[in-house]
DNA sequence: ATGAAAGCGCTAACAT
DNA sequence: ATGTTAGCGCTTTCAT
């Protein structure tokens, strides 16, 4: 065993070097304005000198308030939602919080257990990105009284605050938009179409495909294992003789984009092409990735900050449902001319 | 205030329903084995019952052990160091822990204060991807006997320990594929050239040049932020007549590719092209791109492990310095024929 | 196998 | 302005 050398000071050992009560010393460290300066400075000159650090653990069991809050994702590999728990952990340090952030794969049983352990640890509030759209699954494991923001997923007759961003509008625009470019075997690929999100936009990308009086075709794999080229190949290009795609979401693309160029095809340029999500380099593909930007900054904030704000009793007690814009980044995937110089 | 209808139901709470001692209770909740299967079951009932959940900080203030580890990284941003988070936490769990992730932003002073939150809240270990490669920056903040294992960056004369890779290695073959291409104004760009990767890596390039017997051409800023197309085009290419490019890290490919791009100058194409770190589409980029690529996720499980370890008294006293390979991905940005169909 | 008492390091409530 | 006493929810002696 790695000898801890010996025990940290604790505010006891501080008040004793300091010659002062514990309540003293403890009411130095919090800042009270109540003591003697003198005092304060000699205890403060203490800590300094013997490496005093606060035990937030002992802290937290007395006020009953962890200081930390959880934060449950679906796939840290998306860029997308590694933006929002950025801004969601400068909100949280703003706050004096710290941020838990785990990852669920989307799969109910592991967020479950993850919520479990966070439950234990008394995490003060929970910013989930839930795996799917039920809401029993999520009540279930939690203590009724926590604080709770869902983001990207929408838990239909949820009693909790929700973020999520306009799915359908936007999936119904960059369907317009591959409209006006005159395709009309546009398809909408995407994975586990059960999902709140997915539902969202497929019912926009139908939505606009009826309106122009064209056939919705849909082609959605449960899990994004199935998304190969061959796939892509027989369902999507030949299958439905796609003059066009529409991707839902960022992992679809991925695939998409390396099955098409497995097969020979350039996404964009053979295929026209627009995606829910950006990409790193989504602007300097050739040709440019034409997107449906997800504000994920904006997303991070303002659940971070509607979740302080429930619990800091700042709310109405209804729940709150914001709904953020994502708007279409035009470039030239989709058939638009692009202002790239050379080539 | 949102008033928490009631306090959670504690151990004490469980031990009276199921009458038995509070002890006892205990000993079901850590399943201890010298319990009557009756009374254990009783309380089993009882704790799903009543929604029973542990207090983890409770128990944690107790064992002197948090089951918390630490990770502190430099930009959340980076693909790169998401994937080795992922692992982290992959290993964490498996272990019984969680990880609190928070960010540096490379800068020692927002560092300092991470550790100072991390160390308050009493964290069992610490993964840190130092925003300098100065030790007493970090020593200074920690308690010294918290196991600490450190990322990415080596801090020299360190007595924890490292897990690296062969930066200077991979730069000097990178270097000398392009040699081999025939380019020998090869120019090598980056952000931070004091930073320990950055020095192993333009010393390896310098390696390489030199042994060529070409005058290496280095090209670095300090800040991201001056990484303009104006700045690559007066002087990278134009100042250096640069007629190929060694990329020293992620951000600074990006910027590279989004600058050249400006430019009306194609990354890998016009100019020939070798990056530190893969992108999420490095493979479909046209021309895709030549990289040499970190084991993310091997850093992320060697560094878990190498802290476990540590934590649980089973290594040799002497801090371990782990080198991981890098290996050169040749695909078609360093002038290499790619295999793409058409165009 | 079980329980009573002490205590982890801090803050809350009530003194003074 | 300062100190005293409890006690947060658990685990750890040390009894029995």
Partial sequence: MTARTRKPPTLEDVAREARVSLKTASRVLNGAINVRQEKADRVRAVMERIG????ELARSLMTRKSSVIGMIVAN?????ITSVIHEVQEVARSHGYVAIVTSSKGRPDIERME????VRRRIDGLILAPAESRRDTITDALPNDLPLVTLDQLVRGASFDSVTITNRRSACDATQHLLGHGYRRIVAIGTRP?????????TGYRESMRRASFEPRVCCVDHEDLLTSEWFDKEVIRGQSADAVLSLNWVTTLHFLRGLDALGIRGGRNIPFIAFDDFDL???LSPRLTVVRQP???LGRESA????DRMNGK???KPDAVVLPAGLIIRESCGCKGSRSSS
Same sequence: chains 1, 2.
């Fill in 194 to 202: 059960h999902l709140y999100t997915s539902k969202e936009r497929i």
């Fill in 296 to 298: 994920s900054e904006l």
């Fill in 115 to 118: 919520i479990e352990t966070l």
């Fill in 76 to 80: 840290l590999a998306n860029p997308f």
């Fill in 315 to 317: 709310r109405r007690p």
């Fill in 305 to 308: 900050q509607l979740l302080f």
């Fill in 282 to 284: 989504g602007d300097v």
């Fill in 52 to 55: 005093y650090r606060p035990n």
